[in-house]
Each structure stands twice: as C-alpha cells, then as structure tokens.
C-alpha cells in the first residue's frame, strides 16, 4: 500500500469520526465513550440514585434543543433524548415540582432571571413547538425553588404565550 492511500485512508477515517452524531448511537449497544465521541464533552453531568448517569447537550439558543444521553449502570446507551418538548415540560406539575426536577429534566437554563417584586426566579431555554416554530420555555420559582408557573412563548408572537 502507498504511503499516499494510507494518509488519505487516514484523513477519511478522521472525517468520518468527526461527523458522528446522536443519530450513529444505538441504544444497548453504544457506551458512554461512544456518545462522548459522537456528541463531545457534556455540559453537565448527574448521575441517579438507579445508576443512570445523564449526559446533558444544550444547544441554545439557536439549536434551540437539550439532548440528554441516558447512560445504564453497566456503561450501555439506553436513550438520546430531545427534552425541550411538550412530553417533558408536561411532567412539571406547578406547586409540586421543584429546582432539581427542573434541572434534572433540562439541565442549566440558557437564561436566569430574578425578579424580587414577583418574589420569582425566571429560567428560559429556546425550543421548537410543534417541531417547527421557534418559541421560549419559562418556568417561574418562588424563592423556595418550587415551580409556580410554566409558559411556552411563541416568539413569532411575544402576546400569544400558554400558560401550562
């Protein structure tokens, strides 16, 4: 084999590692290597009382996603997770929920916001609704770290915001 075949099979091999992504995972068979491989460094990592640990990949505010990785005991993919959606933000229950569920669902908000004359703290993160169109999740906490209000604002129309 030429010394010239070798460095292009080389320069391919390294292209095509660099262009992994969540997609190339595969649940019970990839491991946390292979998902820091496709995806990078996490931005935060927790690991649950079960074993799990979650790998956590934000992509704000333009991506307007947070992929979770969900990592089993004994090192195997179970799942890559888009959270910003309807199915994850329904499980916030206001009044009930608290700053660690938050967290634990989305990871680090992209924004804080304290505001002492609502006696709120503010967290947003940018996702899609309905697949397509560019809105903010914003889940309001009294000074306790409960969940008191969670809206999904359609950016395209600040005044049209759900109340959840």
């Given at each position: 084999?030429?010394?010239?075949?070798?460095?292009?099979?080389?320069?391919?091999?390294?292209?095509?590692?660099?262009?992994?992504?969540?997609?190339?995972?595969?649940?019970?068979?990839?491991?946390?290597?292979?998902?820091?491989?496709?995806?990078?460094?996490?931005?935060?990592?927790?690991?649950?009382?079960?074993?799990?640990t979650?790998?956590?990949?934000?992509?704000?505010?333009?991506?307007?996603?947070?992929?979770?990785?969900?990592?089993?005991?004994?090192?195997k993919?179970?799942?890559?997770?888009?959270?910003?959606?309807?199915?994850?933000?329904?499980?916030?229950?206001?009044?009930?929920?608290?700053?660690?569920?938050?967290?634990?669902?989305?990871?680090?908000?992209?924004?804080?916001?304290n505001?002492?004359?609502?006696?709120?703290?503010?967290?947003?993160?940018?996702?899609?609704?309905?697949?397509?169109?560019?809105?903010?999740?914003?889940?309001?906490?009294?000074?306790?770290?409960?969940?008191?209000?969670?809206?999904?604002?359609?950016?395209?129309?600040?005044?049209?915001?759900?109340?959840?």
């Amino acid at each position: 084999m030429s010394l010239r075949l070798l460095v292009v099979l080389a320069a391919a091999a390294l292209v095509a590692a660099g262009c992994a992504t969540y997609k190339d995972l595969h649940p019970a068979q990839s491991t946390r290597t292979d998902v820091e491989a496709a995806l990078g460094q996490p931005a935060e990592v927790r690991t649950r009382g079960d074993g799990e640990t979650w790998l956590y990949y934000p992509n704000q505010p333009f991506g307007r996603k947070v992929r979770v990785a969900r990592v089993a005991a004994d090192g195997k993919l179970i799942a890559v997770e888009q959270r910003l959606s309807e199915e994850y933000i329904a499980k916030l229950i206001p009044n009930q929920s608290g700053r660690d569920d938050v967290l634990a669902l989305f990871g680090q908000p992209y924004e804080r916001l304290n505001v002492p004359r609502m006696e709120r703290d503010m967290w947003t993160w940018h996702m899609r609704q309905y697949a397509t169109l560019p809105a903010t999740l914003n889940v309001q906490m009294s000074p306790d770290g409960v969940v008191r209000e969670i809206y999904v604002l359609d950016e395209n129309n600040k005044g049209d915001g759900k109340k959840k």
